[in-house]
């Protein structure tokens, strides 16, 4: 199948930036305090910062990786393991891009079911949301790096809504540093990743980047940001939380918005969730276009034939996740698979990569 | 491809069967105030005060209305209170919740917890104990020109600027959960045909346990927190009294040895100027500096006291142990609050005294 | 679904014309037809002089037969057609003897000279009557200062008016006729050096290809060539100021005049173009910045107050500031029906207000607006039929739908409300949102001549940016807009316009 897409498809590099970070920017701010602090109490945004570094150098690596194959991670794993073994591999990462799309998709509904509309029905709010999200990926990658685009843009702002919190904060909560032991630190260091999961979707992308070489920088500047967004928000709400409403407030950003108060309008949580839609819309674009992409490059089927079934698959997804334990499992899940994927997987494919090229460069020569 | 379209359109028309409940603003009763009482029985009343329109759109007056019922959780109440409504309840815009004293020193765990949950429910509402009954305090009127739930959050949002600390459910559950505070609200009571507050209802983390009188409320917040208005009244000489305006306040806590020996020194600034000191001439170096002197031996003393009588009651609403943790590795709550009360604690207040008024 | 319909229909228009039938006419056959309509003069003066004239009366200017042909005529009675050329006064004679040809000028207004009846040798003269009409004040696109000028009916006159603006040879004019009925002659105009001459060829491809019996208005021809003909959105301005049109030509667009419509075509557009009225241009940049902001702003509030009114009042009472909470629970108390109800009643009653004062002459359709306005909205409120904080929405969004200077664009933000009504009655802030991203989707996905609609915004331009949400003062737009990809991009030399000079020099 053609490996380089048309040139006219292709986005400059600098949307890179939008695109690392809206893929990393999800629900998962809107609750990831309490589940960090559970191990490293209010020490956890400092796991935050860590993780964030280990995302950084994860971003090299990938495209190290993908500068040398010259293609998509479907290139690489046949550099690597050959046509067949290197296929499956890259199945597995689909489907692993097919379950991340269906965890945003869930969680939202989820928010959506908690604190808006309790009464919804679960299968008529993710039907229509699920046309949006054909909508945008049927206009291609130029239109769902828009959204991404977009997404940052609107979502950002709502970082300044963290000032309503301040005057009621207390920055001795985060003290003292280092308080906790190194286990626990990596545990939340770990708790982390499901929050920075996205960025691996770059390994399908890469070729739609005009001169992907270029966007690197931007990529760890979006990297960057991401850190800075969630390590503002952590800081902000241990500040504003005490250790032990930490523990049973599950979804400690939209709780903070509960207090943000203008002259036309109270209670922003209903505006902010509403909002969040265009965060969470490019998450799951982005995520089921690189399902498509990737049975395009492994099996040759073409994307628009793909997309339906994805889409009927992740509806059928969102039913079968009921109630508040299956959507921890799920999400559990999804964090254990990424966290294998990213601190396990790409370093290996990093090395055997690297150990494969020079192999055949030694034999060329 | 027109039969996909048809499709298309049939879904859209079937997902307009499918959409969340409404809660249209006409057709809800929007609960402003809920108040409880203890009942026999082990029951609990719970009182709502809740806003109704008479007249059309163009003359419409709004006053406020009462229902109260009794039951054993606070859910069954409100079922019990929609068989008399004609609307059913929303609990979206209470912004005030009433505890009767009884009740209050019995524990509020239940009513806290099921608050807590309720998604519509907003975290800058402000909880109060009352002194008698709520249902009475509720369903009297009073000439203020604002129905009841506006006068009740509109004085306590006022006062909280002022002289009251301010203690709304977020900083409620900030203390209730966490380790090292307790919370506080104020204390309200029926006073010539107005609702006042008394000063402010001290809580052993779900119990009410104490309370400090308005006139001393000033004095609580200094030691808790920084701010920008109140005002106090201090004794001057025998028979002279003087009013300190608060400019502004900082408290700061240096807790030592917070694991082993603890020692804590608190220190107040205030800067503030003195508008009422009847027949002292301010303008005089010495004077000020006199003054500044009472005042700030006052303060001391007062607080000292204060803490003291906070640490012998076993209650800490200015988080000592919250702000403990913050200096000290590894810490152990168990032990502190064991020698909680016989910590020394040791204030120390540092006022300077701007001129006042704008003639000589 | 729809490209087999067309090509039935097609098939059918082929079959049903014999009008365009390819069989050539004969002379007398031409004749005998023309004959047939009452304003077809044809006639030899005397037999002195053995010329015989034929025209259409009514597309004549008598004048010139009367002054400049027929006394010619009569004096050189004895001259052969080709040196009879020669003497009439009056240029672009042609001699011809092809059917077709003659028909063509003859419809169009020429006079043919024969030197004997019955022989299809003759000479053309032209000698077309052009009735127009004065140029007046622009109507739609009104501006308290600057030029007062407006396009008319004529398209030499409109042409002449760019040309006027714009005195350069690269100031290009390319016609196609189009319009199997009407022969509607379009031209297209770009400036040869800036423009891009793709975003021409396409648009010179799209007119060629249209096909269409009559084409009366340039706006047949936008809606025509537009990229997504299913839009609601207008994808090229539709504008009456020459001015306007010399200011785009000259940033690299194509402009296209359409004979007998007095508005113009520009293209390729974005989305904050149909915002920017020309007027932005001749007020101090900080002032235009902000009425553009306002304009936007408005477009914003247009869309979404009474959509956010409804959600907010069907779903979230808890957002209602304490503040106004009793004024809206007072203003709703006893009205019969629910926010959406209302809403939809208000929408349409302004809409009526409106069309009703758009179809009637202006002066009864002022008074209809009074009445519609005073009578119905405080009789509806005093009957206790709507409340008046929405009857001060709808009112202000309407207001602010008439704030976006091209007419197209607000007729579509009118009508893109209703959709996000309809979410918000279902979803309530979170369909507003749904809708809104369906929206963003659809501006994203459309095109204007091939090049994005939402341009500068996405694909971000930093460089565009500086005549877009704001208008950056002239010497800082140094560059034509790169969303046209101009051959040449630079206006001026940028360092000579922001040099500065020291204190006391």
């Known amino acids: ?365 | ?360 | 679904m729809f490209g087999k319909r067309r090509q039935k229909k097609q098939d059918r228009s082929q079959n049903q014309s014999p009008r365009q039938t390819k069989t050539r006419l004969t002379f007398e056959q031409l004749m005998e037809k023309c004959g047939a309509s009452k304003d077809f003069v044809s006639f030899t003066k005397s037999d002195k002089h053995p010329f015989t004239i034929s025209y259409y009366k009514s597309m004549v200017n008598p004048d010139l037969v009367h002054k400049d042909l027929i006394p010619y005529l009569t004096r050189y009675s004895s001259l052969s057609l080709k040196e009879l050329s020669r003497e009439i006064p009056v240029e672009n004679i042609e001699h011809t003897s092809d059917v077709q040809t003659i028909m063509d000028s003859l419809l169009t207004g020429s006079v043919i000279v024969q030197s004997r009846p019955g022989k299809s040798d003759c000479l053309l003269i032209p000698a077309a009557t052009t009735e127009k009409r004065q140029i007046s004040v622009p109507e739609t696109e009104f501006s308290v200062v600057g030029p007062k000028e407006a396009f008319t009916e004529t398209l030499e006159v409109n042409i002449n008016m760019v040309r006027k603006r714009l005195p350069i040879p690269e100031l290009h004019v390319k016609e196609v006729t189009v319009g199997k009925l009407s022969k509607t002659r379009v031209v297209i105009l770009y400036i040869d050096g800036i423009v891009n001459m793709e975003n021409v060829n396409t648009l010179k491809q799209r007119i060629s290809a249209i096909e269409y019996d009559h084409i009366l208005d340039s706006s047949y021809i936008l809606q025509m060539i537009s990229d997504n003909q299913y839009s609601p959105f207008p994808q090229l301005i539709n504008t009456e100021r020459p001015d306007r049109v010399a200011a785009v030509l000259s940033e690299g667009k194509v402009a296209v005049l359409v004979d007998g419509s007095p508005s113009a075509l520009t293209g390729p557009t974005t989305l904050v173009e149909f915002f920017s009225a020309f007027e932005d241009y001749f007020l101090s940049w900080h002032i235009a910045s902000v009425f553009r902001m306002i304009r936007l702003f408005s477009v914003l509030f247009s869309v979404l107050s009474t959509p956010l009114y409804v959600a907010v009042l069907t779903f979230h009472y808890e957002m209602i500031p304490t503040d106004l909470l009793g004024t809206l629970i007072a203003s709703r108390s006893g009205i019969p029906f629910p926010p959406i109800v209302e809403a939809i009643i208000l929408e349409l009653a302004i809409e009526l207000l409106r069309e009703a004062g758009a179809r009637l002459p202006s002066k009864v359709g002022q008074t209809i607006g009074i009445v519609g306005g005073i009578c119905i909205g405080t009789a509806a409120v005093q009957a206790g039929l709507t409340s008046n904080v929405l009857l001060i929405i709808v009112a202000l969004a309407a207001l602010a739908s008439f704030t976006t200077p091209v007419y197209q664009m607000s007729n579509t933000i009118r009508l893109i409300r209703f959709p996000f009504l309809i979410f918000a009655q279902f979803w309530g802030l979170l369909g507003v949102a749904i809708c809104s991203a369906f929206v963003l989707g659809h501006m994203l996905r459309l095109t204007s001549l091939g090049r994005p609609f939402l341009a500068p915004l996405f694909p971000l331009r930093m460089t565009d940016l500086k005549d877009a949400l704001f208008r950056l003062p002239f010497n800082r737009q140094s560059l034509r807009p790169l969303q046209m990809r101009p051959e040449d991009p630079v206006r001026f030399n940028s360092q000579r316009g922001l040099q500065k000079n020291d204190i006391e020099e």
């Open chain 2, 1 to 360: 491809m027109p039969k996909a379209k048809l499709m298309m359109a049939a879904i859209l028309l079937f997902l307009v069967g499918c959409t969340p409940q409404k809660q249209v603003l006409e057709d809800i009763q929007l609960v402003g105030v809920v108040g409880y009482d203890d009942a026999s029985g082990n029951k609990i009343q719970a009182t709502v005060s809740v806003p109704t329109t008479e007249g059309g759109s163009e003359q419409a007056v709004l006053s406020s209305t009462t229902y109260s019922a009794r039951s054993h959780t606070s859910r069954n109440i409100r079922q019990i209170l929609q068989a008399e409504t004609p609307k059913p309840f929303a609990s979206g815009r209470v912004s005030v919740i009433i505890f009767n004293e009884e009740l209050a020193s019995r524990g509020i765990t239940k009513i806290i917890d099921s608050l807590q949950r309720d998604p519509s429910v907003g975290r800058n509402i402000y909880l109060a104990v009352a002194k008698g009954s709520t249902k009475d305090m509720l369903s009297k009127e009073y000439p203020v020109g604002e129905i009841v739930p506006a006068y009740l959050k509109r004085m306590i949002e006022q006062n909280m600027e002022l002289t009251f600390p301010r203690a709304n459910f977020h900083h409620f559950n900030y203390s209730y959960y966490g380790k090292g505070s307790d919370p506080f609200m104020p204390l309200l009571e029926e006073k010539h045909g107005h609702i006042r507050i008394a000063g402010v209802a001290l809580f052993d983390h779900s119990k009410y346990v104490d309370h400090i009188s308005f006139e001393d409320s000033f004095i609580f917040k200094l030691l808790y927190q920084n701010f920008r208005q109140g005002s106090h009244e201090y004794k001057l000489g025998k028979e002279n009294y003087l009013t300190l305006e608060n400019l502004s306040s900082h408290v700061n806590y240096d807790i030592y040895n917070a694991n082993t020996n603890p020692k804590i020194n608190i220190t107040i600034r205030v800067t503030g100027k003195v508008n009422d000191a009847a027949g002292t001439p301010l303008y005089q170096e010495k004077k000020i500096k006199m003054i500044e002197k009472t005042i700030q031996k006052q303060t001391e003393q007062d607080a000292e006291k204060m803490v003291d009588r906070l640490q012998k009651k076993g209650i800490d609403p200015l988080g000592l142990g919250d702000r403990a943790r913050s200096r000290a590795r590894r810490f152990d709550f168990k032990e502190w609050n064991q020698k909680y009360p016989d910590i020394p604690v040791h204030v120390k207040a540092k006022i300077k005294v701007t001129q006042g008024g704008i003639v000589e």
């Open chain 1, 1 to 365: 199948m053609n490996l380089q897409p048309k040139e006219n498809k292709l986005v400059s590099p600098y949307f890179a930036f939008y695109l690392i970070n809206t893929m990393q920017v999800g629900v998962g701010v809107l609750g990831f305090q309490r589940y960090i602090a559970k191990s490293a109490g209010h020490d956890a945004w400092m796991a935050v910062i860590t993780g964030g570094i280990l995302i950084h150098l994860l971003v090299w690596m990938s495209y190290r990786m993908l500068k040398n194959s010259g293609g998509d991670l479907v290139a690489v794993h046949e550099d690597i393991a050959g046509k067949a073994i290197g296929g499956a591999l890259s199945t597995l990462f689909t489907v692993y891009s097919g379950f991340l799309a269906l965890t945003v998709l869930r969680t939202y509904i989820e928010v959506i079911q908690v604190w808006m509309f309790p009464h919804i029905n679960i299968w008529g709010i993710s039907l229509i949301l699920l046309g949006v999200v054909y909508y945008f990926v049927s206009g291609g990658f130029r239109i769902v790096t828009a959204l991404g685009f977009f997404s940052v843009i609107l979502g950002t702002p709502l970082i300044f809504l963290k000032y309503f919190a301040v005057k009621d904060s207390h920055i001795y909560n985060i003290l003292p540093l280092f308080d906790h032991s190194v286990t626990d630190f990596f545990v939340a260091t770990k708790t982390m990743t499901l929050n920075y999961l996205g960025f691996e979707m770059l390994l399908l992308y890469y070729p739609f980047i005009k001169h992907p070489e270029k966007s690197e920088k931007w990529s760890q500047w979006g990297v960057f940001f991401t850190i800075l967004v969630y390590t503002i928000t952590a800081v902000e709400s241990f500040a504003y939380y005490s250790q032990g409403q930490l523990k049973h407030t599950i979804w400690a950003t939209l709780t903070l918005w509960k207090i943000v108060e203008f002259p036309f309008v109270e209670r922003f949580e209903y505006i902010g969730i509403s909002m969040w839609l265009f965060v969470v819309l490019p998450n799951v674009c982005i995520a089921v276009w690189c399902v498509t992409r990737g049975f395009k490059r492994v099996y040759s089927i073409k994307q628009k034939h793909t997309l339906i079934p994805v889409l009927i698959l992740i509806f059928a997804g969102t039913l079968f996740f009921k109630d508040r334990q299956e959507i921890d499992l799920l999400n559990s899940l999804v964090s254990k698979a990424g966290y294998y994927i990213i601190y396990f997987y790409i370093p290996l494919l990093f090395v055997l990569h690297w150990l494969v090229l020079k192999v055949r460069r030694k034999k060329d020569a």
